[in-house]
Each structure stands twice: as structure tokens, then as C-alpha cells.
């Protein structure tokens, strides 16, 4: 079994930024493959980006491209979310997710493992 623990959501300002953090255990997180997804009121979730097992590949969403960064370090057993320029639109609830297979997934059911979620809220 694997837990998920999101962290660092919070309150900015339009074009301030955030840093979100999702810390493992359980089983060997360099195992897993991970993403982050967001969902706002009444709408589906939605992928935001995905990193593959060693941090050596990512892929973002549409909707952030240039704006968030994934990345992780093993060592520690935790993904990052750096979220820059950030815009009212980006206000959601994020939550991280593993997958034990290699390949990245951007729907929500290729992933096997769920964090708790943290609000990020951004004011304009």
C-alpha cells in the first residue's frame, strides 16, 4: 500500500506562486509514477502533470503549460508542484496520484494511489 500526503495549499494573489508538495510511504516511491490533478467546483478532474519514476521525463497539461513545473526527488519520497503566474482559473483542489505502471496517464483512472487533496485558492 502506498499514502499520499498533499501539502502547501493556500490563498495568492493573481500571479503570485505556490509550491505543492505530495510525501509518500509505504512502498518504494521510486516505483511509481506521478501526476497531479485538480478539481474545481462542478467541474471534472483534471490533469495537471505527470513525472515518470526517475524525474527524467514529465509531461504538463494544457492549461499550464509554462506556468507549473513537476518534479521529485526520490531521496526524499516526494513530488513537487511549482505553480507560477497563477490565475483565477487555477483555483482548485490538488491532489497527487501514483501509478505502478511505467507509463505516464492523464485520466484520473490509470492511477492506483490518491492523496488527501489541498485547496489552492487564487484571488484576483
Known amino acids: 500500500q502506498v499514502q499520499l500526503v498533499d501539502s502547501g495549499g493556500g490563498l495568492v494573489q493573481a500571479g503570485g506562486s505556490l509550491r505543492l508538495s505530495c510525501a509518500a510511504s509505504?512502498?518504494?516511491?521510486?516505483?511509481?509514477?506521478m501526476g497531479w490533478f485538480r478539481q474545481a467546483p462542478g467541474k471534472e478532474r483534471e490533469f495537471v502533470a505527470g513525472?515518470?519514476?526517475?524525474?527524467?521525463?514529465?509531461y504538463d497539461g494544457n492549461s499550464v503549460k509554462g506556468r507549473f513545473t513537476i518534479s521529485r526527488d526520490n531521496a526524499k519520497n516526494t513530488v513537487y508542484l511549482q505553480m507560477n503566474s497563477l490565475k483565477p482559473e487555477d483555483t482548485a483542489v490538488y491532489t497527487c496520484?501514483?501509478?505502478?505502471?511505467?507509463?505516464?496517464?492523464?485520466?484520473?483512472?490509470?492511477?492506483?494511489?490518491w492523496g488527501q487533496g489541498t485547496q489552492v485558492t487564487v484571488s484576483s
Open positions: 496520484a501514483g501509478r505502478m505502471s511505467y507509463d505516464m496517464a492523464v485520466t484520473p483512472h490509470g492511477y492506483d494511489y
Open positions: 509505504g512502498r518504494t516511491f521510486s516505483s511509481l509514477t
Open positions: 513525472i515518470s519514476r526517475s524525474g527524467g521525463s514529465t
